[in-house]
């Protein structure tokens, strides 16, 4: 009889210990296998900061920088900068637009000309995998607005009353004798096409607003199914049922110490894995970036709360005023594959060793002290038309790389084609001058390889001493 209490009694404990592994276990690998969050922002100032940035966090409050800190897209259109993007995701999850304002703050416009005299038009990218973009394009939504001087910080939120998306944004404008930034919608079903600009918010008297940004609430979760915070002169938090309809004003965060001459640019992220929200805001008076501000009920003012100190961590780049999507694992292992932290390189000739490859007004050729020296930096990427092959990438003009058109070389934006991947896609041998070094033969004409020609790239067949060395080639940093 102990016998056999002694063995019901170690199967007990075996079953006891397998459920509590299960019980400890379980929620640990199914968190770790949660797809995480992609942020998209500018970084400052000039004509580099003023691009599109993405940052992936795992959790929601650790960002790491995408890209290696690189920016991954780049403005050509209007001002030739962007600022305040927006990531906007199709309700069927098919397409995907960025939304930004166009505005180069310090290369060539200033903060006066911007509000005086600004850009009315928006950039906008489109994909329809997170990864490949369109090429920018302006979308014009002030030009309509009487007296309409700019057009910043875009938002845009689908509406399922009307079946379109709300596209919303500041203009400074002259409204019943005062001219101040407000914000103003207008419908789109394409962001190409937008219905005519009608006022949406507006403060009392001389009061700007410029940031104002729209989550929608889960049911059980507050009174309101959409709330909003808004820079306007506090962090004000407000609340309705409906996106074009009445909103509620809730109160703001001036109780934990947060008022909107400190913080700009309202940025939601909602937890995957709980009902809590971190509300980020730029600390843009002290120059710091991105802090999050944490709830469990966004229409309740008085459940904000700062965050614990050493909670989250920012990454390697400053963070200003963007958007966050929730990424889907498909979404997250495309975006984590197109970005991965590739080191920057140059590619330096074998014969003109103060020579490196670069490019100049979308031209490639091989020159001494490249200024500005971004020109002469790729990311060596995995070749666009096949495994085992490479492609090179432009850091300062991201999404264009090297290629050859006519068997002359050209940095192209890709255009996503088969055409273009073959033309763009070299495979690295053992240098022809020297196998130290290497060479790079081209994937859709494998009797040609990369060699320069009074200093000019072009894609040739190569037979002569002269020609294995004008192929040959240092990567390096």
């Not at 102990?2 to 276990?25: D, E, K, Y």
């Not at 009174?223 to 996106?243: A, C, L």
């Not at 999050?292 to 614990?308: D, E, M, Q």
């Amino acid at each position: 009889m102990s016998a056999v209490l002694a063995r019901l009694a170690a199967m007990l404990v075996a079953a006891c210990l397998l459920f509590t592994a299960q019980v400890v276990t379980t929620p640990q690998r199914a968190a770790a296998a949660d797809p995480g969050y992609l942020m998209t922002h500018f970084i400052g100032e000039g004509a580099t900061g003023q691009q599109i940035y993405f940052s992936h966090s795992a959790d929601g409050l650790n960002w790491t920088d995408l890209n290696g800190g690189g920016m991954t897209l780049r403005s050509t259109v209007g001002t030739r900068g962007v600022r305040d993007p927006a990531l906007v995701r199709s309700p069927g999850g098919d397409r995907y637009w960025i939304i930004a304002t166009d505005l180069c703050i310090g290369c060539g416009q200033s903060w006066g000309d911007s509000m005086s005299n600004g850009s009315r038009n928006l950039v906008v990218w489109e994909s329809t995998d997170l990864v490949n973009w369109s090429a920018p394009r302006l979308l014009n939504v002030a030009g309509a607005i009487p007296d309409g001087r700019n057009a910043w910080a875009p938002e845009a939120i689908w509406n399922p009353a009307t079946n379109d998306y709300v596209l919303y944004w500041a203009t400074n404008a002259t409204l019943n004798g005062v001219l101040k930034h407000r914000i103003y919608y207008a419908r789109t079903t394409d962001f190409r096409t937008i219905t005519t600009p009608q006022l949406y918010i507006d403060r009392p008297g001389t009061q700007n607003i410029i940031d104002t940004q729209i989550v929608e609430m889960p049911a059980g979760v507050g009174n309101y199914r959409y709330v909003r915070s808004s820079g306007d002169g506090q962090i004000t938090i407000e609340g309705s049922n409906s996106i074009l309809g009445t909103w509620t004003n809730l109160g703001n965060l001036s109780g934990i110490g947060l008022t909107g001459s400190q913080v700009e640019g309202p940025m939601w992220m909602k937890f995957r894995d709980r009902n809590e929200w971190a509300l980020y805001l730029d600390q843009y008076a002290s120059g710091r970036g991105y802090m999050p501000v944490l709830t469990t009920n966004p229409s309740s003012s008085g459940t904000y709360r700062l965050p614990a100190s050493g909670s989250y961590n920012m990454g390697g780049t400053k963070k200003r005023h963007g958007s966050i999507l929730n990424l889907t694992a498909a979404e997250e292992s495309r975006v984590q594959a197109r970005w991965p932290n590739t080191a920057v390189n140059r590619l330096q000739s074998f014969n003109f060793q103060d020579r490196y490859v670069r490019h100049a007004n979308l031209d490639v050729r091989i020159d001494p002290n490249v200024s500005p020296a971004q020109d002469a930096q790729f990311r060596v990427r995995n070749g666009l038309a096949g495994s085992g092959t490479v492609s090179f990438e432009s850091v300062n003009f991201p999404g264009y790389f090297l290629r050859h058109a006519g068997f002359d070389f050209q940095l192209a934006y890709n255009d996503g084609t088969s055409a273009f991947a073959g033309d763009a896609t070299f495979r690295k041998v053992a240098g022809l001058a020297d196998s130290a070094w290497s060479s790079f033969q081209s994937y859709n004409y494998p009797d040609r390889y990369i060699r320069h020609y009074a200093y000019q790239l072009r894609l040739d067949p190569i037979t002569t001493a002269t020609e294995r060395s004008d192929a040959t080639f240092r990567v390096t940093s």
